[in-house]
């Protein structure tokens, strides 16, 4: 059910002091995509049609209990697609274990929780890129295309606290080389 992280994609243990920065680490992830039905969250899944093209298709099972009692805070309505990202916690407990002390800095495009899952952004979590044009289908140039996912930054700051880390700041990354 979940995706795990296979040994060689966790950060190393390397110690002593040091900076880890990362540019378009977290929207790179993979992450449960989900549709509100009958109120609650159900996994997107990908299956094969009677004609042998990829489609999509609603689990018939809710999402964990845990993610269910998250993704219901925000009221989301019936139709709602969205995304979530189950692997933070395991890579920010495996980085943290990486340094003794320093900091983690990274780049990625993406969007406080309030503004993540606003109603507007329904199905728009998810973004292709082919030839550097955004896509308009994840099934098109398979294999070919970049997938990227949205951030949601509140889940990510979330994560690192619960492991041991403190948010210095949250800005874009324009403002970030203006200053």
């Known amino acids: 059910e979940n995706v795990e992280f296979i040994q060689s994609d966790m950060p190393p243990s390397i110690g002593g002091t040091g900076i880890i920065i990362s540019n378009e680490l977290f929207d790179a992830f993979p992450v449960k995509r989900f549709e509100i039905t009958s109120g609650i969250p159900h996994e997107i899944l990908v299956s094969i049609s009677a004609q042998n093209e990829l489609i999509e298709i609603i689990s018939s099972n809710p999402l964990s209990s845990s993610i269910v009692e998250y993704i ?4 989301l309505p019936e139709g709602y697609r969205g ?4 692997n933070l916690d395991p890579y920010f407990e495996a980085l943290n274990k990486t340094l003794d002390k320093g900091f983690f800095l990274t780049f990625d495009y993406g969007y406080l929780e309030k503004d993540f899952y606003a109603l507007n952004r329904s199905d728009k979590h998810i973004q292709t890129y082919f030839k550097h044009v955004d896509g308009l289908n994840l099934f098109d140039n398979i294999g070919n295309q970049d997938i990227t996912s949205q951030v949601n930054f509140t889940a ?5 606290l619960r492991h041991g880390f403190e948010p210095v700041i949250l800005m874009s990354q324009s403002k970030w080389m203006e200053d």
């Open 72 to 75: 219901s805070k925000f009221d």
């Open 83 to 86: 995304v979530i990202n189950p």
């Open 156 to 160: 990510v700051i979330d994560s690192g």
